[in-house]
């Protein structure tokens, strides 16, 4: 009936192992979070009560909700972290093992440098950067096809936003160069 | 009927050529970012939200709703070919969907799945034509007691109905309040929680935030596992689409289930999701033959496909008319309004006329169109899945970033976007919900306001959230859902004392 | 210190303006200027910014595009803050008004309007006493109904500590009566609250309350200033902007004007001042402008250099004043 019919297959040679050992479990983690979350209420209830939390006659103060918020993020983050201490399940849940925590790092360690070169270099040089780097590096393609790709895509985005809808991207030396 | 005459109104704001040409490009990118893996409904329209903040309103918003569309049927396809469901709601859809590609049926399920959710977004259409108007009168009645009660109604129900554990949907909801309030409090003209820092003053952009928590995440979640694909492209010729369509009168039992059941869970928020598991398991309830099901089954894509378009599309109601997103999306193309300076609510049905019903009418055409792209552009699109992950990821990153810029032209947010990325990767990974964070964000300021401005109006008297019928019962129904899970079991418990009473 | 610098700023600006006379400005920008908006879409001064955008892109008086950029956070403070930290970078205007004097009073924001360089006042805003279409008729019925009230009368407003809350404490000095002030996000929310009867009045800007005017939802019941406003066109059925008494005539003795004021970061060029003067002063001749003008009932007014310095002077101090008798001012 559908003679039109394709086999699509994608291997992916980078893969993790599935039996790479584990980094931390699920519960690990939990607490971790509840212990952060706790630490956030802490600050931002601190400065509310210092921004006032009294009831006035108009209603509220404006420290009011955001203060009775963090005691109830608190409460939640405390009951959290007692119900990952008790759960047998969490604890024997793998948050990441170790293959996949390196391939987490392969695309996050990019977008961070990227992030401090859109900073410094303007975001399309960096967009490049990026592109053409992790197709090289991490995706093993040719570097000509990367690079055209990175130049294309970057060309694109220029186009759209900075010609076409006049949306400013922070630009670094190469555009002032350039006259942009 | 009023309805009509403002309809065609509508239709006639849409029928030029640079409308109908922002739709066409409105559904490819929608059907590119649906099929993307790491990509999907919200994601993609929260990145290329910026992209529209020069446009008119209505052209932006006719270009954003038609990205929704391409994206709820790019998820289709996936589903389909390859086992991935792009949203939430699309996993019922890889019931029955995968099963018949595998069997060589690939472009019957996908003209079935295409065609369901046509029917399914066409049934809440009307709906939201009919009721559309009946709104407007109903409008001015709206005070701030009412818009907080509507806002606790919201909140209370995802407490009260969602399913993650409750403590974290409790922590997801009072981070995002908690974030929403940094800033400058409109009521008092204070500053609050900005440590004196100059990027915080503007407080966190839940566009931002949506950016990160959705489309970074999604990237490293995406990374960490295995992205073999097996799966099967299918081109779609005119024969199998008049087989499935002449097919079609005979499941209209099941097609009319699902698209009330749709409408009827779209209007309530979250619904979606509920919506395709309950069309789908109620179409193998009451079919002569539930064995068959999970194995292949046509009715298998049609009900979860029909209520899941029918309620994604029945969610804007609630958010045109109320400000209430009934869906992630719809909380994205509210956070949209707002940059346009479009104030969501009842009133936005008597200021902006044409904004409304050119939406709805976008709509229409939108499905229309729609439907004749996917069904012609299939092949292309499945092949896309073709392109290496390590080409198409740094590119998501960077439109990421790109959004989360342009927004508010400020670098702060790039970094923001980051930590959320990485906020949204721990949460979704330890269970705690992403989708009550994203409401708090949206509605957080709106709901503190619409209290504080209550008890100013009312010197601080509670009693102003029970003074009239109408926001009374919003406030009781609010209440209700908060505890629905403890009346639920209240009324287990007495039904299984009733039941040995009547044996 | 600093008033010296901007004196001599102000001077050097007025000395190449009218060095360059015939309009030939020796400066021009060489990328798309960004008109910094600093309140949300929609409201009065991004219409604004978009009608000279409209106007100076029509009329071709710069190469360069303009871009509208909203800075709305934190009830403008965000656009000021972003200002003051663009120092020398001359693709960066600020359509500022009130929030110049009143922000750092209120919010404590370190801000002040001197570290900026003005270029042109260009036009000043006008605030009107409404009440709802079916509330007491004049300024005297209104004051008589607000005091035998068993709850005091609701007034809606944008934003807390401004403008229009000023207005209304100095209503509460004048006649004794008690209100209570509703803060909301924008005009435009305080002019619907008041058609759906969730506030009794609010003292929005004639442009906030247009629509729900000419709809005969909402009242004219009088203007903040010492005379009418000159336009005289029916803008309703019946009435014209010209038609509003004003309200010292009705007996209620409160005038208050705000300024719609251009300004570029600090350390700018000379050069630079001059082509802006110049390019707003073009604007304010166009028929965009004037059009704009009468639609919103705005006064037009083109103020620089020394003029306009002094005028901001005198316009600092008086809001400072009033800030302080409101009791505004954060300690």
């Known amino acids: ?180 | 009927m009023e309805a009509l005459g403002l309809l065609m109104h509508g239709f006639a704001v849409l029928l030029t050529w640079k409308t109908l040409t922002l739709m066409m490009v409105g559904l490819v990118l929608g059907i590119f970012v649906g099929v993307l893996p790491g990509l999907g409904g919200p994601n993609g329209v929260a990145i290329l939200l910026p992209l529209t903040f020069t446009m008119d309103p209505t052209s932006a918003i006719v270009m954003l709703s038609c990205i929704y569309w391409g994206a709820l049927f790019g998820g289709a396809i996936t589903s389909i070919l390859f086992n991935i469901p792009g949203e939430a709601w699309s996993v019922a859809t890889t019931f029955d969907g995968y099963p018949m590609a595998q069997q060589g049926r690939a472009a019957e399920a996908l003209t079935a799945a295409f065609t369901s959710s046509f029917i399914g977004s066409l049934a809440a259409v009307l709906l939201i034509t009919f009721l559309a108007p009946m709104i407007s009168s109903f409008a001015l009645k709206f005070g701030p007691p009412e818009f907080f009660s509507v806002y606790l109604l919201t909140f209370c129900s995802f407490v009260g109905l969602g399913r993650e554990a409750k403590h974290k949907t409790v922590i997801s909801m009072s981070l995002g309040l908690l974030l929403a309030g940094i800033g400058m409090d409109t009521v008092s003209g204070q500053l609050r929680m900005t440590f004196g820092s100059n990027d915080l003053l503007r407080g966190v952009n839940f566009l931002v935030a949506v950016i990160g928590l959705f489309g970074i995440s999604e990237i490293l979640l995406t990374m960490e596992e295995r992205l073999a694909l097996r799966g099967h492209a299918a081109g779609i010729s005119l024969k199998v689409v008049l087989k499935v369509w002449r097919e079609l009168p005979r499941y209209w039992v099941t097609l009319l289930r699902s698209s009330f059941i749709g409408c009827w869970l779209g209007i309530t928020p979250g619904g979606a999701i509920a919506a395709s598991f309950m069309g789908y398991n109620l179409a193998k309830r009451f079919s002569k033959d539930p064995e068959s099901f999970g194995k292949g089954r046509i009715e298998g894509v049609f009900a979860p496909e029909t209520a899941a378009h029918a309620s994604g599309t029945a969610a804007l109601l609630p958010m045109l008319a109320l400000g209430i997103p009934g869906s992630g999306t719809a909380a994205i193309l509210l956070g949209g309004l707002m940059v346009w300076g479009l104030n969501p609510g009842p009133l936005l049905f008597v200021e902006h006329k044409d904004f409304v019903w050119g939406l709805i009418a976008s709509m229409y055409l939108g499905n229309v169109v729609g439907l004749v792209l996917v069904l012609t552009t299939v092949p292309i699109f499945a092949s896309i899945l073709r392109v290496p992950f390590a080409a198409v990821a740094p590119m998501i990153v960077v439109s990421c970033a790109i959004g989360a810029y342009a927004i508010q032209n400020a670098m702060f947010d790039i970094w923001l976007m980051l930590g959320f990325g990485v906020v949204g990767y721990v949460f979704k990974k330890i269970g705690i919900p992403l989708a009550p964070f994203t409401l708090a964000l949206v509605l957080g300021n709106r709901a503190e306001d619409a209290f504080r401005l209550s008890m100013i109006g009312a010197g601080g008297d509670m009693k102003v959230f029970w003074s009239n019928g109408l926001v009374g019962s919003i406030t009781t129904l609010a209440i209700v859902l908060l505890f629905w899970p403890v009346i639920e079991r209240v009324f287990a418990g007495a039904g299984r004392l009733m039941r040995p009473a009547k044996a | 210190m600093k008033h010296v610098r901007n004196t001599i700023k102000a001077t050097a600006a007025l000395a190449a303006m009218l060095a360059s006379a015939p309009a030939i400005a020796a400066w021009e920008p060489t990328k798309p200027v960004e008109i910094v908006v600093a309140a949300g879409a929609g409201g009065a001064s991004d219409q604004m910014a978009r009608m000279m955008q409209a106007a100076i892109q029509k009329n071709n008086l710069m190469k360069q595009p303009m871009v509208v950029s909203l800075k709305g956070g934190a009830s403008g403070a965000e656009a000021l803050m972003y200002m003051k930290s663009s120092d020398g970078d001359a693709n960066k205007v600020l359509i500022a008004y009130s929030l110049i004097y009143m922000l750092p009073l209120s919010a404590k924001i370190p801000f002040n309007w001197r570290e900026l360089t003005p270029v042109s006042v260009v036009a000043m805003d006008q605030f009107v006493l409404w009440d709802n279409a079916a509330g007491p008729k004049t300024v005297k019925e209104f004051i008589a109904a607000a005091k035998a009230a068993a709850s005091p009368f609701k007034m809606g407003g944008t934003g807390s500590k401004r403008e229009d809350h000023v207005l209304t404490v100095f209503m509460e000095q004048k006649t004794g009566a008690k209100f209570s002030y509703l803060p909301y996000k924008s005009g435009g929310e305080a002019a619907t609250q008041l058609v759906g009867n969730h506030t009794e009045a609010n003292v929005n800007n004639p442009s906030e309350n247009l629509e729900v005017w000419r709809a005969g939802q909402v009242r004219a019941l009088c203007v903040f200033d010492k005379e009418r406003i000159s336009y005289k066109t029916k803008v309703t059925e019946t009435q014209s902007w010209n038609d509003i008494p004003t309200c010292k005539e009705e007996g209620l003795d409160v005038q208050y004007l705000m300024l719609r004021a251009m300004f570029l970061p600090g350390k700018v060029t000379a050069e630079q001042v001059a082509f802006y003067v110049d390019l707003f002063q073009k604007v304010t001749q166009t028929t965009e402008y004037k059009e704009y003008m009468e639609k919103q009932a705005l006064k037009p007014v083109f103020l620089t250099g020394k003029d306009m310095l002094k005028f901001l002077e005198e316009d600092d101090k008086l809001n400072a004043s009033l800030m302080n008798q409101a009791g505004f001012v954060a300690k």
């Open chain 1, 1 to 180: 009936m559908s003679n039109t019919e394709i086999e699509i297959v994608v291997e992916d040679p980078t893969a993790p192992e599935a039996d790479s050992p584990v980094v931390t479990s699920v519960r690990v983690v939990d607490v971790t979070v509840s212990l952060l979350l706790l630490v956030l209420a802490a600050v931002l209830g601190f400065d509310n009560w210092r921004t006032g939390i009294a009831w006035d006659s108009t209603g509220p103060q404006a420290g009011y909700f955001p203060f009775y918020l963090s005691i109830i993020l608190a409460g939640a983050s405390l009951y959290g972290l007692v119900a990952a201490f008790r759960s047998r399940k969490e604890a024997r849940e793998t948050f990441v093992t170790r293959a996949q925590l390196r391939r987490v790092m392969q695309v996050f360690v990019p977008t961070l440098l990227f992030c401090l070169a859109v900073q410094f270099l303007g975001l399309y040089v960096a967009s490049f950067g990026l592109i053409a780097a992790f197709m090289r590096l991490v995706g093993r393609i040719a570097l000509w096809k990367s690079l055209l790709t990175a130049f294309l895509f970057t060309a694109i985005m220029f186009l759209t936003f900075d010609v076409a809808f006049d949306v400013i991207m922070p630009k670094g030396p190469l555009e002032r160069a350039m006259g942009r």
